[in-house]
């Protein structure tokens, strides 16, 4: 049988072994932790980098407004070349019949 002595002697080294092995499992825990928040770090880093470049480049696009106003001046022009178109296709439609004509009482044949 065992002592007091012994008994307390074996409680404090067992003590002291378990502790030791705890210890040592923490600290393997924390260190990988430790290198999986730098990766998480680096990687936040890059990716606080793109959205800050993203930004950058978002302010260089035009506003709502902008653009409407814009789009507006597009569609007048194009508008107006359609207009232009309408008009000079109907001069075109008089000027043939004008020709054709000319050309019928001058008795001279369109050249092909």
């Known amino acids: 049988m065992l002592t007091q002595?012994?008994?307390g002697w074996i409680e404090k080294a067992v003590t002291k072994v378990v502790t030791?092995?705890?210890?040592t499992i923490?600290?393997?825990?924390?260190?990988?932790?430790?290198?999986?928040?730098?990766?998480?770090?680096?990687?936040?880093?890059?990716l606080k980098n793109q959205v800050d470049s993203l930004g950058e480049k978002i302010d260089l696009l035009p506003t709502k407004d902008e653009h409407f106003r814009k789009m507006d001046e597009v569609v007048t022009e194009l508008q107006k070349s359609r207009d232009e178109?309408?008009?000079?296709?109907?001069?075109?439609?008089n000027h043939e019949e004008r020709i054709e004509m000319v050309e019928t009482h001058l008795k001279i044949s369109p050249k092909n």
């Open 5 to 7: 002595k012994d008994q």
């Open 26 to 46: 923490v600290n393997q825990r924390f260190d990988g932790l430790e290198k999986q928040f730098y990766v998480l770090g680096k990687q936040f880093d890059v």
């Open 20 to 23: 030791s092995i705890l210890f």
């Open 85 to 93: 178109h309408v008009v000079m296709r109907g001069q075109l439609g």
